[in-house]
């Protein structure tokens, strides 16, 4: 079997799909984007293309070495979410030959279903308590929501109350074994972040989310002893090295690599794996579409340290388009008391309607990340 095409689609909202073709009519797919950078990434895809084509689809692990290693320069948030797309086809690809779902290729499930959270408040938090209790009143058995706006590396109080009033009004809402996740989405700065996880701490949250940019991750051995509170981190990570500094400093108790992001399906059983040897948790990283959300469950299938799953159902970012309008078998994604089954089709599990998808890749998208601004004119981090 050899691989023939490589074809990439912009669609809306903010999404890229891949689909990977062989001569022997086999075809798999995968979520190939970085958000606000999904036309480089779909390059990136091109140019990696001229390796793969003529080659075996079956070879995943030596393929994904070839094309991480093969470069002098490697890594990074575009090369590896390429890659990612890549690695997720091909698992798909194989799983369809073999008719059976990755997560037995990958070993075999340790679970039939993963717990899963949904996203309220948009990009400036308000009307959340009120949200969160729609969303417990839809089944769910948990949210994540961003903790402020921006924020300055020293900022006023009003700002802290602010952040502080929002969660106390979800506590009220959905009483006390609901769970809360508080995303500080690298808004926030050293200085403010040691007062607000002090601050939230009463209100038994299940993580608090980047409480740092990762690339302050030295920040956390100040940070994590003000307070009980989980700490997660790593959607802005993408590879098992990126990881082994955050591990090894032991400031994290959620790990939250993104398999559109960190080097696929491949490379990410890997980072969990290195996780669990540091007791550490995984929850997987995903605002995106549907082919990314099929691959994170295959994964959640075969991590044993794996307890909850992001979803972009009814997100903020997905306007003109949703995480269902993409696939043939939308029930593959139901969600029931706060859970979602792992997906039993072969490969991914997930059937694309490519007709659709090649009538939105006419459209495409252009989407970017807003750029903020503080009172005084400077970047605020969004």
């Not at 895809?45 to 994904?64: A, F, M, N, T």
């Not at 961003?146 to 602010?162: H, L, P, R, Y």
């Not at 960190?262 to 995106?288: F, Q, V, W």
């Amino acid at each position: 079997m050899k691989i023939t095409r490589l074809e990439t689609f912009i669609v809306p909202p903010r999404w890229c799909f891949l689909k990977i073709e062989t001569d022997e009519g086999f075809v798999g797919w995968g979520e190939p984007v970085v958000e606000g950078r999904a036309h480089t990434v779909a390059a990136a895809v091109e140019e990696l293309s001229d390796y793969l084509i003529g080659k075996d689809p079956r070879h995943i692990e030596d393929h994904w070495t070839v094309m991480y290693r093969g470069g002098f320069y490697r890594g990074g948030a575009i090369h590896m979410s390429a890659l990612a797309g890549i690695d997720q086809a091909l698992w798909d690809i194989k799983g369809k030959v073999l008719g059976v779902p990755v997560h037995e290729l990958l070993g075999g499930a340790v679970r039939d279903r993963i717990r899963v959270y949904s996203w309220i408040g948009g990009d400036r938090p308000g009307d959340t308590a009120r949200m969160a209790k729609a969303r417990m009143d839809g089944g769910f058995t948990a949210i994540k929501m961003n903790a402020s706006e921006e924020m300055q590396f020293i900022d006023t109080f009003d700002k802290v109350d602010g952040v502080i009033a929002n969660v106390a009004a979800i506590r009220d809402a959905v009483g006390p074994n609901f769970g809360i996740g508080v995303d500080f989405h690298g808004r926030v700065h050293k200085p403010m972040a040691k007062v607000l996880m002090k601050e939230l701490e009463p209100y038994r949250l299940m993580f608090v989310e980047e409480p740092v940019l990762s690339e302050n991750a030295e920040a956390l051995k100040e940070i994590a002893p003000l307070s009980n509170i989980p700490i997660a981190l790593g959607e802005r990570l993408f590879s098992r090295w990126d990881f082994k500094q955050i591990l090894t400093g032991g400031y994290v108790d959620i790990i939250q690599p993104d398999p559109s992001h960190s080097g696929g399906i491949t490379e990410t059983r890997k980072i969990a794996n290195m996780a669990e040897a540091y007791d550490t948790a995984l929850a997987l990283h995903c605002p995106l579409g549907p082919i990314a959300l099929a691959a994170n469950l295959q994964l959640d299938a075969n991590c044993y340290n794996a307890f909850i799953q992001e979803q972009s159902l009814g997100i903020h970012y997905n306007q003109g388009n949703d995480l269902l309008d993409y696939v043939k078998n939308p029930e593959v994604f139901v969600f029931e008391d706060g859970y979602v089954k792992i997906p039993q089709g072969p490969g991914l599990g997930v059937e694309v309607n490519e007709d659709y998808v090649r009538e939105r890749a006419d459209i495409g998208h252009r989407w970017r990340n807003p750029i903020w601004r503080h009172g005084d004119g400077s970047f605020a981090e969004w």
